[in-house]
Protein backbone atom coordinates (compact mmCIF):
# COMPACT_ATOMS: atom_id res chain seq x y z
CA UNK A 1 0.00 0.00 0.00
CA UNK A 2 2.67 2.32 0.96
CA UNK A 3 4.38 1.63 -2.64
CA UNK A 4 1.10 1.87 -4.53
CA UNK A 5 0.72 5.68 -3.02
CA UNK A 6 4.40 6.42 -3.16
CA UNK A 7 4.65 5.87 -6.84
CA UNK A 8 2.30 8.97 -8.43
CA UNK A 9 4.21 11.45 -6.38
CA UNK A 10 7.57 10.14 -7.31
CA UNK A 11 6.13 10.28 -11.07
CA UNK A 12 4.70 13.73 -10.33
CA UNK A 13 8.10 14.77 -9.24
CA UNK A 14 10.09 13.75 -12.28
CA UNK A 15 7.67 15.15 -14.43
CA UNK A 16 8.51 18.31 -12.84
CA UNK A 17 11.71 17.94 -13.23
CA UNK A 18 11.00 16.91 -17.22
CA UNK A 19 8.99 20.18 -17.62
CA UNK A 20 11.48 22.35 -15.91
CA UNK A 21 13.79 20.49 -18.19
CA UNK A 22 11.66 21.57 -21.43
CA UNK A 23 11.60 25.29 -20.42
CA UNK A 24 15.32 25.62 -19.85
CA UNK A 25 15.99 23.77 -23.72
CA UNK A 26 13.72 25.58 -24.99
CA UNK A 27 15.04 29.22 -23.86
CA UNK A 28 11.52 30.25 -22.01
CA UNK A 29 11.23 33.32 -20.55
CA UNK A 30 8.99 34.79 -17.52
CA UNK A 31 5.60 35.25 -19.19
CA UNK A 32 5.84 32.53 -21.60
CA UNK A 33 2.90 30.16 -21.95
CA UNK A 34 3.67 26.41 -21.56
CA UNK A 35 1.61 24.02 -24.17
CA UNK A 36 -2.09 23.98 -23.32
CA UNK A 37 -3.53 20.65 -21.77
CA UNK A 38 -3.59 18.34 -24.31
CA UNK A 39 -0.53 18.79 -25.93
CA UNK A 40 1.40 18.19 -22.79
CA UNK A 41 -0.53 15.17 -22.16
CA UNK A 42 0.22 13.54 -25.41
CA UNK A 43 3.68 14.40 -25.31
CA UNK A 44 4.70 13.63 -21.67
CA UNK A 45 2.63 10.58 -22.14
CA UNK A 46 0.87 10.76 -18.74
CA UNK A 47 -2.59 11.05 -17.16
CA UNK A 48 -4.31 14.18 -16.36
CA UNK A 49 -4.11 13.81 -12.61
CA UNK A 50 -0.25 13.16 -12.72
CA UNK A 51 0.24 16.11 -15.02
CA UNK A 52 -1.98 18.64 -12.90
CA UNK A 53 0.12 17.30 -9.83
CA UNK A 54 3.18 18.33 -11.46
CA UNK A 55 2.20 21.62 -12.42
CA UNK A 56 0.62 22.63 -9.50
CA UNK A 57 3.88 21.72 -7.45
CA UNK A 58 6.03 23.89 -9.74
CA UNK A 59 2.97 26.58 -8.94
CA UNK A 60 4.16 25.97 -5.60
CA UNK A 61 7.51 26.50 -6.06
CA UNK A 62 7.09 29.50 -8.29
CA UNK A 63 7.75 28.42 -11.49
CA UNK A 64 5.02 28.80 -12.83
CA UNK A 65 1.45 30.69 -12.62
CA UNK A 66 -1.67 28.52 -13.57
CA UNK A 67 -4.17 31.08 -15.53
CA UNK A 68 -7.82 30.00 -15.24
CA UNK A 69 -10.41 30.31 -18.43
CA UNK A 70 -9.89 30.68 -22.37
CA UNK A 71 -6.15 31.26 -23.38
CA UNK A 72 -5.01 30.58 -19.81
CA UNK A 73 -2.63 27.41 -18.77
CA UNK A 74 0.68 27.90 -17.00
CA UNK A 75 2.66 30.64 -17.43
CA UNK A 76 6.27 30.88 -16.99
CA UNK A 77 7.52 32.88 -13.93
CA UNK A 78 10.76 33.70 -11.67
CA UNK A 79 11.14 31.47 -8.81
CA UNK A 80 12.03 33.62 -5.64
CA UNK A 81 13.12 32.90 -2.00
CA UNK A 82 9.28 32.58 -1.20
CA UNK A 83 9.20 28.31 -1.18
CA UNK A 84 13.02 28.15 0.34
CA UNK A 85 11.86 30.64 2.89
CA UNK A 86 8.73 28.09 3.68
CA UNK A 87 10.93 25.26 3.31
CA UNK A 88 13.70 26.32 6.24
CA UNK A 89 10.41 27.23 8.23
CA UNK A 90 9.17 24.64 8.77
CA UNK A 91 12.44 22.30 9.11
CA UNK A 92 13.53 24.46 11.87
CA UNK A 93 10.00 24.38 13.43
CA UNK A 94 10.08 20.36 13.67
CA UNK A 95 13.58 21.22 14.61
CA UNK A 96 12.38 23.11 17.96
CA UNK A 97 14.78 25.98 16.35
CA UNK A 98 14.22 28.94 18.22
CA UNK A 99 14.63 32.92 16.21
CA UNK A 100 18.28 32.99 17.52
CA UNK A 101 19.22 30.54 14.97
CA UNK A 102 18.90 32.80 12.40
CA UNK A 103 20.48 35.94 13.89
CA UNK A 104 23.41 33.24 14.55
CA UNK A 105 23.56 32.21 11.28
CA UNK A 106 23.50 35.70 9.62
CA UNK A 107 26.65 36.64 11.43
CA UNK A 108 28.34 33.69 10.38
CA UNK A 109 26.87 34.21 6.29
CA UNK A 110 26.89 38.20 6.24
CA UNK A 111 30.53 38.65 6.67
CA UNK A 112 31.65 36.87 3.93
CA UNK A 113 29.01 38.06 1.54
CA UNK A 114 30.35 41.79 2.50
CA UNK A 115 33.95 40.96 1.64
CA UNK A 116 33.00 39.52 -1.51
CA UNK A 117 30.90 42.77 -2.52
CA UNK A 118 33.69 44.63 -1.63
CA UNK A 119 35.43 42.62 -4.79
CA UNK A 120 32.59 42.08 -7.33
CA UNK A 121 29.51 44.56 -6.14
CA UNK A 122 28.64 46.94 -9.84
CA UNK A 123 28.64 50.27 -9.71
CA UNK A 124 25.00 50.27 -9.99
CA UNK A 125 24.74 48.42 -6.88
CA UNK A 126 26.73 50.35 -4.75
CA UNK A 127 24.62 53.35 -5.89
CA UNK A 128 21.16 51.46 -4.46
CA UNK A 129 23.28 50.62 -1.39
CA UNK A 130 24.06 53.84 -1.06
CA UNK A 131 20.58 54.89 -1.74
CA UNK A 132 19.31 52.82 0.79
CA UNK A 133 22.02 54.40 3.64
CA UNK A 134 20.55 57.58 2.63
CA UNK A 135 16.78 56.78 2.84
CA UNK A 136 17.01 54.83 5.91
CA UNK A 137 19.05 58.23 7.38
CA UNK A 138 16.54 60.17 5.89
CA UNK A 139 13.19 58.52 7.85
CA UNK A 140 14.80 57.57 11.21
CA UNK A 141 11.09 58.93 12.71
CA UNK A 142 9.32 56.02 10.69
CA UNK A 143 10.62 51.99 11.75
CA UNK A 144 8.41 50.71 8.78
CA UNK A 145 11.08 52.72 6.59
CA UNK A 146 13.79 51.66 8.79
CA UNK A 147 12.67 47.92 8.58
CA UNK A 148 12.03 47.94 4.77
CA UNK A 149 15.52 50.06 4.07
CA UNK A 150 17.03 47.73 6.38
CA UNK A 151 15.90 44.67 4.16
CA UNK A 152 16.96 46.03 0.97
CA UNK A 153 20.60 47.09 2.42
CA UNK A 154 21.16 43.37 3.49
CA UNK A 155 19.38 42.58 0.30
CA UNK A 156 22.06 44.55 -1.93
CA UNK A 157 24.83 43.41 -0.09
CA UNK A 158 24.34 39.88 -0.87
CA UNK A 159 23.32 40.20 -4.84
CA UNK A 160 26.20 42.35 -4.68
CA UNK A 161 28.84 39.39 -3.65
CA UNK A 162 27.94 37.80 -7.11
CA UNK A 163 26.85 34.70 -5.17
CA UNK A 164 23.21 33.31 -6.49
CA UNK A 165 23.18 31.52 -3.08
CA UNK A 166 23.58 34.00 -0.59
CA UNK A 167 21.14 36.54 -2.05
CA UNK A 168 18.11 33.85 -1.89
CA UNK A 169 19.42 33.07 1.55
CA UNK A 170 19.40 36.53 3.07
CA UNK A 171 16.14 36.86 1.08
CA UNK A 172 14.90 33.53 3.03
CA UNK A 173 16.65 34.32 6.39
CA UNK A 174 14.95 38.09 6.60
CA UNK A 175 12.09 36.53 5.12
CA UNK A 176 11.58 34.60 8.50
CA UNK A 177 13.26 36.85 10.51
CA UNK A 178 10.30 39.39 9.76
CA UNK A 179 7.94 37.41 11.66
CA UNK A 180 10.13 38.78 14.59
CA UNK A 181 10.22 42.35 13.87
CA UNK A 182 6.46 42.59 15.56
CA UNK A 183 8.59 41.24 18.76
CA UNK A 184 11.41 43.92 18.88
CA UNK A 185 11.45 47.76 18.96
CA UNK A 186 13.28 49.98 17.56
CA UNK A 187 14.05 53.10 19.15
CA UNK A 188 15.51 55.79 17.07
CA UNK A 189 18.62 55.91 18.85
CA UNK A 190 18.92 52.45 18.07
CA UNK A 191 17.89 53.10 14.23
CA UNK A 192 21.04 55.65 14.16
CA UNK A 193 23.05 53.54 15.46
CA UNK A 194 21.87 51.04 12.59
CA UNK A 195 22.09 53.78 9.60
CA UNK A 196 25.78 54.71 11.40
CA UNK A 197 26.81 50.48 10.92
CA UNK A 198 25.37 50.43 7.29
CA UNK A 199 27.17 53.88 6.25
CA UNK A 200 30.59 52.28 7.76
CA UNK A 201 30.01 48.95 6.09
CA UNK A 202 28.95 50.83 2.50
CA UNK A 203 32.37 52.90 2.93
CA UNK A 204 34.80 50.00 3.09
CA UNK A 205 32.59 48.37 0.26
CA UNK A 206 32.80 51.22 -1.88
CA UNK A 207 36.88 51.85 -0.77
CA UNK A 208 37.01 47.89 -2.70
CA UNK A 209 38.24 46.86 1.07
CA UNK A 210 37.31 43.07 1.36
CA UNK A 211 38.70 42.84 4.86
CA UNK A 212 37.20 45.62 6.51
CA UNK A 213 33.64 45.09 5.22
CA UNK A 214 33.61 41.75 6.52
CA UNK A 215 34.76 43.03 9.67
CA UNK A 216 32.45 46.07 9.49
CA UNK A 217 29.75 43.91 8.86
CA UNK A 218 30.79 41.24 11.70
CA UNK A 219 30.38 44.05 13.92
CA UNK A 220 26.85 45.20 13.10
CA UNK A 221 25.60 41.99 13.35
CA UNK A 222 27.12 41.44 16.46
CA UNK A 223 25.98 44.78 18.16
CA UNK A 224 22.24 43.23 16.60
CA UNK A 225 22.34 40.44 18.81
CA UNK A 226 24.00 42.14 21.98
CA UNK A 227 20.84 44.61 21.42
CA UNK A 228 18.52 41.93 21.22
CA UNK A 229 19.74 39.47 23.73
CA UNK A 230 19.44 42.39 26.31
CA UNK A 231 16.01 43.95 25.65
CA UNK A 232 14.52 41.36 23.82
CA UNK A 233 15.74 37.94 25.13
CA UNK A 234 12.54 35.91 25.05
CA UNK A 235 11.73 37.08 21.26
CA UNK A 236 14.93 35.26 20.45
CA UNK A 237 14.73 32.44 22.39
CA UNK A 238 10.97 32.12 21.37
CA UNK A 239 10.37 28.67 18.72
CA UNK A 240 10.26 29.77 14.92
CA UNK A 241 6.92 28.92 13.49
CA UNK A 242 5.46 29.05 10.38
CA UNK A 243 2.91 31.62 9.96
CA UNK A 244 3.06 33.20 13.36
CA UNK A 245 5.65 35.78 15.21
CA UNK A 246 7.94 35.61 17.70
Do not use: C
Not at 21 to 45: Q, S
Not at 97 to 102: K, Y
Not at 155 to 180: E, P
Amino acid sequence: MTTAHMRPQKTAMLLAQRIVGDINRRGNTVGDRLPPERIMLEEYEVGRGTLRESLRFLELQGVISLKPGPGGGPVVQQPDATSLATSLTLLLQFANAPFRTIAEARGGLEPMMAQLAAERMSDEQLLDLRASVDTMSEHLDDQTVFLEENKRFHDVIARGSGNAMFGYLVDALLGILDGSAIGIDYPEPRRAAVVKAHSSIYDAIASRDPETSAAAMSDHIAQYLKYAEKKFPDVLAAPITWGGGA
